[in-house]
């Protein structure tokens, strides 16, 4: 991969960006890139797997697999490059992997290993600012979310459930749940929850199967 190739394609994600071509060329130069492939199918980072590196989407669409700590529901969503795979795990009282990352479309993966992301928060100062930046505002959404106001309405309550749980608040989602374990999450009875289910659906902003709730856009039922 040419250098102003791979400078280009650091500069998509927050951790480098503002950093300058001078910076940018100590990087490639002095920092042990991994370059890696996946085809269609194959698990790029698994759920529990050691974070002991940093992963980035530089091509490609994936699927990122989220399963409740319970086992009793999961989410699946679309994502696409660019991507930085839980920069937060890498750190923390529990590094690893909370979700299943696996390839969509051939893709494309830059890794760079922990002790490698040590050298280069010690050296840029703008890394360090970065990555402070991008931890904090996670931690400030979780908050803000945390203490959003419970809807009254089982509908709200719902689409509320579905932004929760999911990465992003836009874009395809596929939940494997059943009726009941959503209405138990809910603390509703389950015939509610069908019918205000089947209203979304012949509004046309989710398709109901069994077992599986299919959202084409999550950003209309948010609308």
Same mark, same amino acid.
């Given at each position: 991969?040419?250098?102003?190739?791979?400078?280009?394609?650091?500069?998509?994600?927050?951790?480098? #960006?503002? @950093?300058?071509?001078?910076d940018l060329?100590?990087?490639v130069?002095?920092? $042990?890139?991994?370059?890696?492939? !996946?085809?269609?199918?194959?698990?790029?980072a698994?759920?529990?797997?050691?974070? +002991?590196q940093?992963?980035f989407? *530089?091509?490609?669409?994936?699927?990122?697999?989220t399963?409740?700590? +319970?086992h009793?529901?999961?989410? *699946?969503?679309?994502?696409?490059?660019?991507?930085?795979?839980?920069?937060?795990?890498?750190?923390?009282?529990? /590094?690893?992997?909370?979700?299943?990352? #696996?390839?969509?479309?051939p893709?494309?993966?830059?890794?760079?290993s922990?002790?490698?992301? !040590?050298?280069?928060?010690?050296?840029? *100062?703008?890394?360090?600012?970065?990555?402070?930046?991008?931890?904090?505002?996670?931690? #400030?959404? $979780?908050?803000?979310?945390?203490?959003?106001?419970?809807?009254?309405?089982? &509908? #709200?309550?719902?689409?509320?459930?579905f932004?929760?749980?999911?990465? !992003?608040?836009a874009?395809e989602?596929?939940?494997?749940?059943? @009726? $009941? /374990?959503?209405?138990?999450?809910?603390?509703?009875? &389950?015939l509610y929850?069908s019918? *205000?289910?089947?209203?979304?659906q012949?509004?046309?902003?989710?398709?109901l199967?069994?077992?599986?709730?299919?959202?084409?856009?999550?950003?209309?039922?948010?609308?």
């Amino acid at each position: 991969m040419a250098d102003f190739h791979l400078y280009d394609k650091l500069l998509q994600f927050t951790l480098f #960006q503002g @950093m300058s071509k001078g910076d940018l060329e100590l990087i490639v130069a002095h920092t $042990q890139l991994g370059f890696h492939k !996946y085809a269609p199918g194959e698990t790029i980072a698994a759920d529990g797997d050691a974070c +002991n590196q940093l992963l980035f989407l *530089t091509d490609g669409h994936i699927h990122i697999r989220t399963t409740s700590s +319970n086992h009793a529901f999961t989410i *699946t969503e679309v994502g696409h490059s660019p991507e930085m795979f839980q920069a937060e795990s890498i750190f923390g009282l529990s /590094q690893r992997f909370t979700h299943t990352y #696996q390839a969509l479309t051939p893709c494309s993966v830059l890794s760079i290993s922990k002790d490698e992301v !040590y050298r280069i928060f010690e050296t840029f *100062t703008i890394f360090r600012i970065n990555l402070v930046n991008l931890l904090s505002t996670r931690l #400030q959404k $979780q908050h803000t979310r945390t203490w959003r106001k419970t809807s009254s309405t089982l &509908r #709200q309550q719902i689409i509320n459930f579905f932004e929760s749980h999911c990465l !992003y608040p836009a874009g395809e989602k596929h939940l494997k749940i059943k @009726m $009941q /374990q959503l209405a138990d999450e809910l603390g509703a009875k &389950r015939l509610y929850v069908s019918q *205000t289910l089947n209203t979304l659906q012949d509004e046309g902003l989710l398709t109901l199967s069994r077992g599986a709730i299919h959202i084409q856009a999550l950003e209309r039922l948010l609308m």
